[in-house]
């Protein structure tokens, strides 16, 4: 799978680089009036994409980052739950302390004493 990707992208940048020789003319931009700008045709198209594909890209990996915190915090929830959840209970002291109290009395007005 990396050789053909490989040979994908090799053969991608020969194609744009033969693109980029056979166009490579002068061109003259008008920014706004009283500024021009002389370039290069394939400098231009270069331009012109990143300035559309970087907005995109920085979007795309602010949403990755947060998709990715929110999983982490909810696999570390998954996780403490699951450690409860297989925690086995231990009935001895629960036990112990039923045993410990006192039975309520029987008649609270009564005056002889055991």
Do not use: Y
């Not at 693109?19 to 331009?47: C, R, S, Y």
């Not at 300035?51 to 929110?70: C, D, E, F, N, Y």
Request: charged residues 15%; aromatic residues 8%; glycine residues 2%.
């Amino acid at each position: 799978m990396g050789i053909l990707r490989t040979i994908i992208w090799v053969s991608l940048t020969a194609v744009l680089v033969i693109f980029a020789m056979a166009n490579w003319i002068p061109v003259t931009i008008t920014i706004w009036p009283g500024q021009v700008l002389d370039t290069k045709l394939p400098v231009l198209i270069l331009a012109s994409f990143l300035i559309g594909a970087v907005p995109m890209w920085i979007a795309l990996r602010t949403t990755r980052w947060s998709l990715k915190r929110r999983l982490d915090s909810s696999e570390r929830q998954l996780a403490d739950l699951r450690a409860l959840a297989n925690r086995s209970p231990d009935p001895a002291p629960a036990a112990a302390a039923v045993n410990d109290v006192p039975p309520p009395p029987t008649d609270l007005f009564s005056t002889d004493k055991p």
